[in-house]
């Protein structure tokens, strides 16, 4: 009796982890909106800070990288981790150039793409209801993408948007990787991948304008520190050590909780405007994407 009480505070403490976490990730656009420095640098100090956050982490659990057993995933790892790193920048430039909730829901194709991708790779069945699903919340993304408009009337929404889907696609890229390694638990499988992110981003950031970081002061050292630590070291902790104890199903279905807090604070915090087709088409790709998640009658 103990220990079905025991294992139940265990799934209910995960449950209130991975929503935390969530919600921790949906509020990241208001942090790197302001903070001074170029997006691809924000993201290489975004997985340095990740790095030793993590790191931490696994050494202070005592879990130990076993480096033997994924020598055949290594290229993928490392593969996945440059399309995370550059998922990051484009996201981070979709912030400039449209509102926080356009450039989350735009960000939000990703589960259209990986449906698609999916059926088309790993020949999973489409059924009717994906199909739906696919369709619909395709229709939001068009939605969203004719509305036009931009943060202050110049029209910029469509880069952001842009940038937005770019980003879909990267990260779409990393969770279909990920599918083919077996051998790396999720926290460790995170740490290499932003190794290989921030191994990758060095240079590129040095190619493009060099580091700024060293010149942040008060407000913009603070949230880059935020957005290294907590938003990404501390988050995946939380998300990753908790997944062990929810099912993959319900988890998918809490991860609803970013985009849901990411819109609601672009209009309540940041009071950027959200058009009457915005809203209509968030609404479809939101909607129609956790339906997909969902699991159907038999």
Known sequence: MQGIENNRAAVNRS????????????????????????????????????????????????????????RRELILLIISGIAMGFNWILLFEAYKYTTVSVATLSYYAAPVIITLVSTLLFREEMTKRKLLCFVMSTLGILLITISGGGMSGKGTDHVGILFGLGA????????????????????????????????????????????????????????????GLVHTGVAYCMYFSSLQHVPGQEAAVLSYIDPLVAVILSVSVLREPMSALQVIGGAMILGFTLLNELPEKE
């Open 15 to 70: 449950r209130l982890f991975i929503a935390l976490s969530m919600a921790i990730f949906g509020t990241i656009g208001l942090f790197v909106r302001n903070i001074p420095l170029p997006s691809a640098e924000i993201a290489l100090c975004r997985a340095v800070l990740a790095i030793l956050a993590i790191g931490s982490y696994l050494l202070v659990t005592k879990q130990k990288l076993e480096l033997s057993g994924m």
């Open 168 to 227: 879909a696609v990267l990260y779409a890229t990393v969770v279909l990787l990920n599918k083919f390694i077996k051998n790396v638990g999720g926290i460790q499988r995170t740490f290499l991948q932003f190794a290989a992110a921030a191994v990758t981003l060095f240079p590129y950031v040095m190619m493009t304008g060099g580091m700024h970081s060293g010149e942040l002061k008060g407000a913009g050292l603070v949230l880059l520190l935020i957005v």
